[in-house]
């Protein structure tokens, strides 16, 4: 078991950014490699909150795997139009850099992606645009409806952010479709095994989701444990470990 | 350079230990280390924070794991953790976690600044197959007489020393007598990793390792050493760092 706390500058952020990265019990013998669970945090935490939101080295020895959790900050974990390409980094850069350097398995079905808050939004997504990188996702306490137009998404911080993230023209029929969860959702080809936890944009998600696999789980918001709910439902469903 | 601090349940230290992992940019892996050892009373930061070795490393393509050993004594000590069992697992865990580390021997080096020096030789003289280079700067290197001279009151050490390695008499031959196993290895004709020794000419180590490098002379084993102007702190040792591992990479065989 170990912790590993991560600072330096990786591409294509190329910027300098942090991970923290929980390691199984186990130092893997000859030749095997680790499973993964890529770990999405909330919006503007550093890498090691999820460490100690919950126990992550508990976590690792439950499920057997490197449980590894890459910062954000407030990017939705998308490429920022003014900012940094955060979505390609969790997708690409990062993984491609832990493997070079670690043990830990780029096959499918060894690789997990649970994301909580900003990050539930950011495993949605990478579930829904790259649902061959890993054999589950999971969403929990995700803002589905980030870009509604409604009372709780025009203050002007919300606006400001939208803006910095995705562009001026942030509700564009461009953009909705790229990152809106339910267009996504509703174009959704190939569906993986998913959890999705949340409230009711959460419930009509997964419910379109449903009427294409067989492979989603829906757990109503349950309060303040939300996060604990979701992860246990979560090492349940992926069933792989 | 890319960092990583890991800190780990150590089995030998019956708790957490930590060391830190610096990465090269623009080499190719498996990367060349440089296992540094600091020195007394520091952590595995205090050579990166006073030196300029990660960039010589990275110039060099090396990565740098560094422990944290508690005390920075480099042995199992009398009364105290197992500070040398600790930094051989750590020799065993770090490249078992950084699959990116070469454990080759041509691609292995051992620095230790001041009693990290003693570390670095004690083991390139328990494991000379081990590492291709081993150097030290201002280094108790034989830790069996510096503990004569402190046991006969000419040597500035405190009682931690005591109980970290008994007395002279406790500690020889063992695997800490290093000038013993230097001795042991010759007779049955182990390779030696290249070796050196620098220090600073108004250095308080400057007497012992001055008799160090006799007793390699005498013995035909070839100890690379250097003085440089100054005492015993990182303005006198960093700018021979460079120099030290171009001949550990380098240099010739003994």
Redesign the interface.
Known sequence: ??????????PPLNNTTRFTMV?PDI??EDGRKWRALWLLGDDGRFSDDMLRRIDAEALSVRINAAVIMPEGLHSDYENMVRGLPWYDYVTTGLPEYIR????VSDRREDNFVFGYGMGGLGAFRIAMRDPRFALAYGCCGADFDVFADDESHSGPDHVHRMQTIYGDDYRSEEILRNSDPLMLAENAADVPRMLISGGSSAAKIAGVLSEKSAEITYIPSSGENDLFHALYAFERIADQW | ?????????SVTLGGEGEFGVF?PRNAR?PYKTLWLLHGAFGDFFESIQYSSVLMYAEQRGMAVVAPSSYMGVYTDMVYGEKGYSFVKEVLE?AP?????LSTKREDSYLMGISMGGHGTFKLAMEFPERFAGACGFSSPVDMVYTMGLLESGNHGGGHELFDAFGSSEMYRDTVGDVIGNLRKNLKAGRKLPRMALCWGDTDHARFEDERVKGIFDELGVKLYSRVGPGGHNFDTWDPMMEEVLDYLMEGEED
């Open positions: 078991m170990a912790v590993i706390h991560f600072r330096g500058n990786l390691t130092l893997p070079s350097i670690f043990p | 350079m890319p960092f990583f601090r890991v800190q780990y349940e990465l892996t865990t078992k976690l950084f699959s990116c």
